[in-house]
């Protein structure tokens, strides 16, 4: 009979995203997998699409602004501890493993309530608190970065995992992507992105540098600017009919995993999701982390890829600057380092995180 594993996080696709490639490759071993998470938020939709039955659970955490809301987030807590441990009683569950997001707490309670093995895994290099709260009992603590340690709670054996990639992003096909963005084989590809807000300062700098892009004859450009900065951006840019040959901008790509497979250059925020994503590809990278993230954790999480040698960091506040711009062309002028920096990023074999998140499941179970 098939073991059951239970995924629960959510919230951000940040959460979410790992926790379905790890259902892959679970899945892909003759596992069951199981859903958990908020009713309405976006892995409602994201884990039936992929084909893993879902259940939800209120939970929420509390405005430090309004202090008595935290008596509300706690029942509500509460009341979806109760529901889980009948929901992981009549599933069979296995082993429970929590991504983050407040509705992994009252999953994760539940689980350790029925003394059902616990993995919890981090995908920032900041222990989010809703993770430091279901790791304090876990079987296990997988990390995406090792410096992450300092966060793990006494006595919790830990494993640096890295951050599972879906095979969606892997398995990609560079030559049929580029086919269906119409990029030439020879061209030298930049995409940038600022995750699904957006960000306005990398916007408005890649305006500033449309003439020396363009001036690259080997060069395209794919600029997804956010939903909310695209009239801004293209009215910034005043591209002609000739330069949107080159320069395609978007508000959003749903074709993410293509669009990776077709870039040799990546301009982008610092997000655990992202970073993953790109490393395991092996795409040279020119981050410049979200300044008002928690624990200011996007600088943290690049900071371990340009020390690796893998990526070109700048703060948002200096992306106007004339710094940025000669790295980005550097980047895109040298093959060269494009070589060495892909090196890098290959050499942290991101690819294989799902795999190792995998076996340290199947060993707690």
């Known amino acids: 009979m098939a073991k059951t594993a239970v995924l629960t996080g959510g919230g951000t696709a940040g959460h979410i995203y790992p926790a379905l490639a790890l259902a892959e490759r679970l899945q892909m071993r003759g596992w069951r997998v199981l859903y958990a998470g908020t009713p309405s938020g976006i892995e409602a939709r994201l884990a039936p699409e992929a084909g893993i039955p879902f259940t939800g659970f209120t939970a929420s955490g509390f405005d430090r602004a309004r202090p008595w809301t935290l008596v509300s987030g706690v029942a509500r807590i509460w009341m979806s501890e109760q529901r889980a441990k009948r929901w992981l009683e009549d599933v069979g569950a296995d082993v429970v493993i929590g991504f983050g997001g407040y509705v992994s707490v009252p999953v994760v309670r539940a689980a350790e309530a029925l003394k059902i093995p616990v993995v919890v895994h981090e995908q920032n290099s900041v222990m989010g608190l809703a993770n430091k709260m279901a790791a304090k009992h876990a079987s296990a603590l997988c990390l995406t970065y090792g410096c992450t340690r300092k966060d793990a709670p006494a006595g919790v054996p830990v494993e640096v995992t890295g ?20 990029i030439p084989d020879e061209a030298v590809m930049l995409l940038v992105f600022g995750g699904s807000l957006g960000a306005r300062h990398i916007n408005q700098a890649m305006a500033a540098l449309k003439a020396d892009l363009l001036s690259r004859d080997a060069v395209r450009v794919m600029h997804v600017t956010g939903p909310k900065e695209l009239e801004a951006t293209e009215e910034a840019l005043s591209l002609t009919s000739e330069e949107r040959e080159r320069y395609q901008v978007l508000g959003y790509q749903d074709r993410m995993p293509e669009a990776l497979a077709a870039a040799d250059v990546i301009v982008s925020r610092a997000g655990a999701t992202s970073l993953a994503e790109i490393s395991a590809r092996g795409i040279p990278s020119v981050l410049v982390p979200y300044p008002h993230a928690t624990a200011d954790h996007q600088t943290t999480n690049a900071r371990a890829w340009v020390d690796s040698g893998a990526a070109l960091m700048f703060p948002d506040a200096e992306v106007e ?18 070589a060495r920096m892909q090196q890098a990023a290959c050499a942290a074999d991101s690819a294989n995180a799902a795999e190792r998140l995998a076996d340290v499941a199947e060993r707690v179970a």
């Open 163 to 182: 951050n599972p990639v879906r095979q969606l992003v892997m398995g990609a096909s560079r030559a049929r992507a580029r086919e269906a963005f119409g």
């Open 321 to 338: 600057g004339a710094a940025f711009k000669e790295a980005v062309l550097a980047l895109l002028d040298d093959p060269q380092m494009r």
